[in-house]
């Protein structure tokens, strides 16, 4: 029941490589992005899920805490969309949880939105944020400097509605995010590198994190420091950006399996089988669920097919557009 301490003689950490046995079993881990069933769906997009039922996340709150702690996570935040249910349930049950939320914030009057992570954060918090994120980030950011909340500008390169930002507007943005997340695991390398470089030219603090919405992508991109004992010294050491991040990029075989995992949680678990609420027999479920697979799932997965392979285009075209957004940061 007790908060778990790190051991005292850690391996110090330079550079960007791989880690070791010994410098795993050393560090204090978080995964600072990962969502559960109680995630909403962001207002700007989505619009055809919301329509036939799909849900943003399918994984159950203790379900995901399990499976970060089986991952090595000494720590877990949940952070998601516009919910802090899940947040606080897990919060009553377990010392080592970070009430955490994803914010969908204006950042222009262009129709510019992007995301903001929050950490550490109360109810009360969590109802003036959901206020004030439909006015600006200059009135969000400066709400959580001054309640001393942690915040972090999510996957930069993934804006949920425009392409990309003008160079002008980042560096208005600037005067206001403390932190960015330079690695998100639903990004692409170019696009967690441009996130870093943002981070790296505004002298600005980092965080990382999966983005998981499904159960094998929980885990996979974290935020560490070597000498946090307790979730208190962790968080003070995300606050004062003591910290480094590691993790896994997206690539097509990932995006492949997160998008069948999905898939067939959302559109074959639940469309196709919950809604019955059968009491089913072992023998009865394996014998049904069997069915469904070949006569609907796998006819479903070849329609998805030309879908991942428009996904992997519009990534390539992104990639592309943010390697520009790159150079012109550079040449600032």
Not at 114 to 121: F, G, N, Q, T
Not at 150 to 167: D, E, G
Not at 192 to 207: E, P, R
Not at 239 to 265: C, H, M, P, T, W
Request: net charge negative; proline share 4%.
């Amino acid at each position: 029941g007790n908060p778990p301490t790190i051991p005292g003689d850690c391996v110090k950490i330079t550079g960007v490589r791989r880690l070791t046995k010994l410098e795993m079993s050393c560090m204090a881990k978080a995964d600072l992005h990962i969502h559960t069933k109680f995630s909403e769906y962001p207002t700007s997009g989505k619009d055809p899920f919301k329509f036939i039922g799909i849900q943003d996340c399918y994984v159950h709150p203790d379900e995901v805490y399990k499976i970060a702690k089986k991952k090595g996570m000494d720590f877990v935040s949940i952070t998601d969309h516009h919910s802090i249910e899940a947040a606080l349930d897990l919060d009553s049950k377990y010392p080592d949880i970070i009430i955490g939320e994803e914010l969908e914030v204006k950042a222009s009057d262009d129709g510019h939105i992007i995301h903001i992570l929050v950490y550490d954060i109360n109810e009360k918090q969590h109802n003036d944020l959901s206020d004030l994120r439909t006015i600006g980030v200059k009135e969000t950011c400066e709400y959580t400097r001054k309640n001393d909340i942690i915040h972090s500008w999510a996957h930069p390169n993934l804006n949920p509605v425009k392409a990309a930002l003008p160079i002008k507007l980042i560096d208005e943005l600037m005067n206001y995010i403390d932190r960015v997340e330079v690695k998100n695991g639903f990004d692409t390398r170019i696009g967690n590198n441009f996130a870093a470089n943002i981070a790296k030219n505004y002298s600005k603090k980092i965080s990382g994190g999966s983005d998981a919405h499904t159960k094998s992508s929980i885990g996979d991109v974290f935020t560490h420091n070597n000498s946090a004992r307790n979730k208190t010294d962790f968080l003070e050491a995300l606050k004062e950006g003591q910290v480094e991040v590691s993790g896994l990029d997206i690539n097509l075989y990932r995006l492949q399996k997160k998008i069948y995992e999905f898939a067939y949680q959302s559109l074959i678990k639940d469309i196709f089988l919950n809604p019955h609420k059968r009491d089913r027999e072992n023998y009865k479920k394996y014998f049904l669920d069997q069915f469904f697979t070949l006569t609907a799932f796998f006819p479903l997965l070849a329609t998805l097919l030309p879908s991942i392979f428009i996904s992997y285009l519009n990534t390539i075209i992104r990639d592309n557009q943010t390697s520009k957004l790159h150079y012109e940061l550079n040449m600032e």
